[in-house]
């Protein structure tokens, strides 16, 4: 892959940020825009450190995801002004000097201690739209994230710059390179904590950097949606894996989801295979004016016709979506915005002047309810789990003839299978950015 010019799409996404920026005062009637890094945040009763996360209001100017006590400052018609802690510290690895190709485009000013910051900030905190979480406030400057701004930047923020393109590329690269050491693992009995190292040492980054925690299932413990208990030894047999692991690039997240069956059990192959093809399907249908919640629906439709085909379902894919059967079997919804957040901002945003688009009824757990259009990145990941919690509710609920449930019983020690990707919107085809990663890495 060619690699790109990060100076000049990061010179472009500057002017995007600041033109965003200016509406959303205008919209907000203030006059500066104050966004602080975030600071540590501390265990109850100890002197023990949570791991820091960067404000993404943040890391959407700046490709800074290490470092706390800073802040961002934005005065329309000026450049923006970077408050950079750097303190004087031994006990800590304190930030590299300011590098890299944002540098040019912010005036940088350097502070040893926080409270520096107060002499740099604006003069009058009352026409400030300050962006962050209650803990990051300093004197005056206390986060008022007002509506009109954060509904303005957060709807934007579905439209991702090629810059935050290249870089969302890049936590592609990354997470497939652990996908594939993850898979090997499997492949030579490691157990669910051996992979997820694996999965770590491949891809550079450890628990903490992640963008998510790995969920690593063997067997049964697919089933469990987010399952991240990370068993010490592998059970035998070893029947199923399923991985969903993603990795940060400049504090842009992948968010990748994997299943493989052991050697010899075809018939849960196959079923993989189903669900990996009707997947890739359902990521070409990623089209500007498509609604996601048709594109949820019509996934249920799409799964319930392979378990028919399986053998597992009685009814037609259509009966068993208006009587909730399917929802036992695909308990989530099919994907989600992803960039700064896995689970990105605005995916109910009616307008970027707020409002809500609802989920369909009987899926509670869909997170993506918009039209979508060009520049959006979501994830698409369907899934089907033999889950028993679900399955007794089916039961409970009178529709127990749905199933065929010798069909359950032979698929259970498996757990589920799930496969996620994530596609770009763009003004003609889908474009899929992970799986030329996985073919490219094969
Ligand atoms: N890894 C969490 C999700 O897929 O949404
Ligand atoms: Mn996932
Ligand atoms: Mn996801």
Not at 131 to 139: D, I, T, V, W
Not at 420 to 426: A, H, I, K, M, R
């Amino acid at each position: 892959m060619n690699q790109p010019d990060l100076g000049a799409l990061y010179s472009h996404h500057a002017s995007v940020m600041r033109q965003r920026a200016d509406e959303a005062l205008a919209r907000g009637g203030f006059d500066h825009l104050v966004i602080p890094s975030g600071t540590q945040h501390y265990q109850a009763f100890d002197d023990r450190d949570y791991p820091y996360a960067v404000n993404p209001n943040f890391k959407a100017w700046l490709p800074l995801t290490k470092l706390p006590n800073s802040w961002l400052v934005y005065t329309p018609g000026k450049r923006p002004t970077l408050i950079f802690h750097q303190p004087f510290d031994y006990w800590h690895v304190v930030p590299d000097a300011p590098n890299g190709w944002w540098v040019e485009h912010v005036d940088i000013q350097i502070i040893r201690t926080p409270d520096e910051a107060l002499a740099l900030l604006p003069k009058d905190a009352a026409r400030c739209a300050i962006l962050g979480e209650p803990q990051s406030a300093l004197g005056a400057f206390v986060p008022n994230n007002p509506a009109p701004v954060i509904d303005y930047l957060d709807w934007q923020r579905g439209y991702k710059t090629p810059y935050e393109i290249a870089l969302m590329r890049e936590a592609q690269r990354l997470g497939v390179r652990g996908h594939r050491a993850a898979e090997a693992a499997f492949r030579g009995g490691a157990s669910e904590f051996e992979i997820h190292m694996a999965y770590c040492r491949a891809v550079g980054q450890d628990a903490n950097e992640l963008p998510y925690g790995n969920i690593i299932g063997l067997n049964e413990h697919a089933a469990v949606l987010h399952y991240t208990d990370l068993g010490r030894s592998a059970p035998t047999p070893l029947r199923s894996f399923l991985i969903d692991a993603g990795a940060s690039a400049y504090g842009y997240a992948s968010d990748i989801t994997r299943t493989y069956a052991a050697s010899g059990h075809d018939e849960f192959q196959a079923l993989i295979d189903a669900v990996d093809a009707a997947q890739q399907q359902m990521g070409a249908a990623v089209r500007a004016g498509v609604d996601y919640k048709q594109l949820h629906i019509d996934a249920h439709l799409s799964l319930m016709g392979i378990l028919k085909d399986v053998g597992v379902l009685n009814v037609s894919p259509e009966a068993a979506l208006a009587t909730g059967v399917s929802a036992a079997f695909f308990p989530h919804g099919l994907g989600h915005l992803i960039g700064l957040q896995v689970h990105d901002v605005a995916g109910f945003a009616a307008s970027d002047r707020g409002g809500r688009i609802e989920r369909p009824q009987g899926h509670p757990y869909l997170r993506m309810t918009r039209v979508l259009e060009p520049g959006m990145v979501v994830t698409i990941e369907p899934g089907v789990y033999f889950i028993d919690m679900l399955l007794d509710e089916v039961k409970q609920a009178g529709n127990g003839a749905s199933i065929n449930w010798d069909r359950v019983d032979f698929f259970r020690p498996y757990g589920g299978v799930r496969i996620e990707d994530e596609v770009l919107c763009t003004e003609g085809d889908a474009d899929n950015l992970t799986r030329p990663v996985f073919a490219a890495a094969s």
